[in-house]
């Protein structure tokens, strides 16, 4: 069955910057994209943008556009997603979750657990 | 970005009751909205896809209408584990958006 762990839990301060990790199993991982959302505290869900798996091609949200970058490693089926310049109002749960086909026009289908992350000086 | 406007915003309903919560975009989308329900300290489970296209394992009391702009997930007899949070997601254009949400709650 498909499977997508995410890394633990962060705390960082402004500034800084925060790497999440998304292990992909159960399907072949070159062909299904992956989407990244995040979810801030009480609010409702944010999507931040997605990968395509196979060649590295990548769209973010254009409020996240030059703080963020996803990337994977096809080697060890991981995907990977880093903001910089963390600001209190990035505190959120951070999602990874595999397309439901090999679209480049997919929704997200099979979610990880999602990793917190808070932003606190 | 493609707004998706949801209503309403909260929905206090019984078992057993007929629920229909709907999903603006602001502009055409064809078919290509999916519907989700998050429970509190879980990710969001798909429900729906292509509008109208209920997924695996999903109960048959839930379906989705709609084409263009104007879309509707009905829940047919509420059943007391569907008191969630519901999003619509367009996924037509990027950047992909969701609506803001429909929390379901026990009247």
């Known amino acids: 069955q498909v499977q997508l762990l995410q890394s633990g839990p962060e705390v960082k301060k402004p500034g800084a910057s925060v790497k999440v990790s998304c292990k992909a199993s159960?399907?072949?991982?070159?062909?299904?994209?992956i989407t990244w959302v995040r979810q801030a505290p009480g609010q409702g869900l944010q999507y931040m943008g997605w990968?395509?798996?196979?060649?590295?091609?990548?769209d973010s949200t254009e409020s996240l556009q030059g703080r963020v970058t996803m990337t994977r490693d096809t080697s060890t089926t991981t995907a990977y997603m880093e903001l910089r310049s963390l600001k209190s109002d990035d505190t959120a749960v951070y999602y990874c979750?595999?397309?439901?086909?090999?679209?480049?026009?997919?929704?997200?289908?099979?979610w990880g657990q999602g990793t917190q992350v808070i932003v606190s000086s | 970005a493609i707004p998706l406007t949801q209503s309403p915003s909260s929905l206090s309903a019984s078992v057993g009751d007929r629920v229909i919560i709907t999903c603006r975009a602001s502009q055409g989308i064809g078919r290509a909205l999916a519907w989700y329900q998050q429970k509190p300290g879980k990710p969001p489970k798909v429900l729906i896809t292509d509008a109208s296209s209920l997924e695996s394992g999903v109960p048959s009391r839930f379906s989705g209408s709609g084409s263009g702009t104007d879309f509707t997930l009905t829940i047919s007899s509420l059943q007391p584990e569907d008191f969630a949070t519901y999003y619509c997601l367009q996924f037509n254009r990027h950047p992909q958006t969701f609506g803001q949400g429909t929390k379901l709650e026990v009247k």
């Open positions: 979750a595999r397309n439901c086909d090999s679209s480049s026009y997919s929704p997200p289908c099979f």
């Open positions: 159960g399907s072949t991982f070159t062909s299904y994209g």
């Open positions: 990968i395509n798996t196979y060649n590295g091609n990548t």
